[in-house]
């Protein structure tokens, strides 16, 4: 197993309760990185541990949505989101995988040699031999077991964690830029960043307009450490071609290209692919995992890429999808209800149009009205 993030580890421990000798090798292991780090009622209802832990995470109880116009709306989570640091998030994970039997090595992997079945791991002080090969080693790892990712499939992040806390997420989407800036609540801390496309914007780009939206909002970047990773933001075509698996190997997580093309999410994805593999490798046949993956994560996740442009660069009755849906927001309860099912997870992206276009022009008379009754009086 490559890879000590959450994708590695759930294998890992899923692989090492099941009976199957595990050795878990990653340089870093619990290591903190540019992400919001929400885990969504979605993902706490298919791995309940992760709410049971007794480990550091806060809760939220709600959403501040700004669009590119600066419309702003506010809305109550009905649904369980919990915010962990990918520090203990990993930890967590890792600490899983140690107790269910599987061995944990702190190293970098430099060299993958050998044949199917007889691999060969080579590290900076030891080499190690495995019958069959996880690898889940983020977006750009260096072993080419799958074409690499073009700019056009990748996200550039930059972040920085800043003192505070509180209980609401917040999302600001930025004119011109396919993605946002976020404002997670940790338990101790702010997570806060910004993510784009990276063949459309240099990170040092993304990094001075986060600066800017914090010093305007009274943060101080200076008090906070910075961090940038890339994800990938896959393309349909991207996804429909990506081989997960051959002969006594799989991708799980962020190196599959299982990742939201939309929002950059791919926690629940990478614990999804990585059980989804544990259970194919624990029944003997490895190759389901491929097929299980492509019916259950593929349809989302290929609908996600489909309406990315869009749903950034769009537009919706006569003005940007991002501001019409902002302001549909705050004007009316029952888009609350749907955008409370998309954060928790509750609403897919498959069937998400058909809901919403019904819910958005059920809701036009009291955004009209709303519209009517803040004019001023003549």
């Known amino acids: 197993m490559i890879g000590g993030g959450p994708a590695g580890a759930m294998a890992a421990a899923q692989l090492a309760a099941a009976g199957s000798q595990v050795v878990l090798i990653d340089e870093k292991l619990?290591?903190?990185?540019?992400?919001?780090?929400?885990?969504?009622?979605?993902?706490?209802?298919?791995?309940?541990?992760?709410?049971?832990?007794?480990?550091?995470?806060?809760?939220v109880r709600g959403c501040e949505l700004v669009s590119p116009g600066g419309r702003r709306a506010w809305f109550e989570l009905d649904k369980q989101i919990v915010i962990f640091s990918r520090r203990v998030?990993?930890?967590?994970?890792?600490?899983?995988?140690?107790?269910?039997?599987?061995?944990?090595?702190?190293?970098?992997?430099?060299?993958?040699?050998?044949?199917?079945?007889?691999?060969?791991?080579?590290?900076?002080?030891?080499?190690?031999?495995?019958?069959?090969?996880?690898?889940?080693?983020?977006?750009?790892?260096?072993?080419?077991?799958?074409?690499?990712?073009?700019?056009?499939?990748?996200m550039a992040t930059a972040g920085y964690y800043i003192p505070g806390s509180g209980d609401s997420i917040h999302i600001s989407f930025l004119p011109g830029v396919e993605g946002y800036i976020w404002l997670f609540p940790r338990r101790d801390h702010f997570s806060a960043g910004i993510c784009g496309k990276m063949d459309a914007i240099?990170?040092?780009?993304?990094?001075?307009?986060?600066?800017?939206?914090?010093?305007?909002?009274?943060?101080d970047a200076r008090q906070?450490?910075?961090?940038?990773?890339?994800l990938p933001a896959p393309r349909v075509s991207t996804l429909q071609l990506r081989t997960l698996q051959g002969e006594n190997w799989a991708l799980v997580g962020d190196a599959a290209c299982l990742v939201d093309s939309i929002?950059?999410?791919?926690?629940?994805?990478?614990?999804?692919?990585?059980?989804?593999?544990?259970?194919?490798l624990t029944a003997g046949t490895p190759e389901l995992y491929t097929h299980n993956a492509r019916q259950e994560l593929l349809p989302e996740l290929?609908?996600?890429a489909r309406f990315a442009h869009a749903f950034y660069s769009g537009r919706f009755l006569g003005g940007k999808v991002l501001d019409r849906m902002v302001q549909f927001t705050a004007a009316s309860r029952r888009v609350r209800r749907l955008m409370?099912?998309?954060?928790?997870?509750?609403?897919?992206?498959?069937?998400?149009?058909?809901?919403a276009y019904?819910?958005?022009?059920?809701?036009?008379?009291?955004?009209?009205?709303?519209?009517?009754?803040?004019?001023?009086?003549?």
């Open 30 to 59: 619990a290591w903190e990185k540019p992400c919001g780090g929400g885990l969504t009622h979605k993902a706490l209802e298919r791995y309940p541990f992760l709410a049971e832990a007794e480990a550091e995470r806060n809760w």
């Open 89 to 154: 998030l990993n930890g967590l994970m890792l600490e899983r995988a140690r107790t269910a039997g599987g061995k944990i090595i702190c190293e970098r992997v430099v060299e993958i040699a050998g044949r199917p079945g007889a691999w060969r791991l080579r590290t900076r002080h030891d080499e190690l031999t495995a019958t069959y090969l996880v690898l889940a080693a983020g977006a750009r790892n260096p072993f080419r077991f799958s074409a690499p990712l073009a700019p056009a499939d990748l």
């Open 202 to 219: 240099p990170t040092s780009h993304l990094r001075r307009m986060l600066e800017r939206w914090l010093a305007q909002r009274g943060f």
């Open 224 to 230: 906070g450490e910075f961090y940038s990773h890339v």
């Open 263 to 280: 929002t950059g999410e791919g926690l629940y994805y990478a614990l999804r692919s990585a059980e989804l593999l544990a259970q194919a």
């Open 302 to 304: 290929e609908t996600a």
């Open 340 to 355: 409370c099912d998309v954060f928790s997870g509750a609403q897919g992206y498959v069937g998400l149009r058909r809901r």
């Open 358 to 378: 019904r819910t958005f022009f059920c809701a036009l008379p009291e955004v009209l009205l709303g519209m009517h009754s803040a004019e001023p009086a003549e």
